[in-house]
């Protein structure tokens, strides 16, 4: 695997890369609870509600790691235990 597959440049800042060996499925949910939970902390700055912004972030970070961005780094871990992650991140997102 090369640096391309692993991370991405925008503006000169390097980004961890979603684990492509999720299931398209897995993916498009978590990115749809990242959006949500992205949105939810701008509500949050908006408003200056330090505890929604709390559970806001929390969310994001849940949505990420699930999604192999954080935590990790993904080329590390077994394919069977990333998707295993995955599907747990989405099952705490769900509730």
Do not use: C, F, N, Y
């Not at 408003?47 to 990790?72: F, H, I, N, W, Y």
């Amino acid at each position: 695997m090369t640096d391309d597959e692993r991370w991405l440049v925008i503006d000169g800042r390097r980004w961890r890369r979603t684990d492509p060996a999720l299931p398209e499925d897995v993916v498009e949910a978590l990115k749809s609870h990242l959006g949500q939970a992205r949105s939810a902390v701008r509500q949050a700055k908006r408003s200056g509600d330090d505890a929604a912004m709390r559970r806001a972030r929390d969310r994001v970070q849940v949505a990420k790691t699930g999604l192999g961005e954080r935590g990790p780094e993904w080329w590390d871990v077994a394919e069977a235990d990333r998707l295993l992650q995955a599907r747990d991140a989405l099952d705490q997102l769900a509730e």
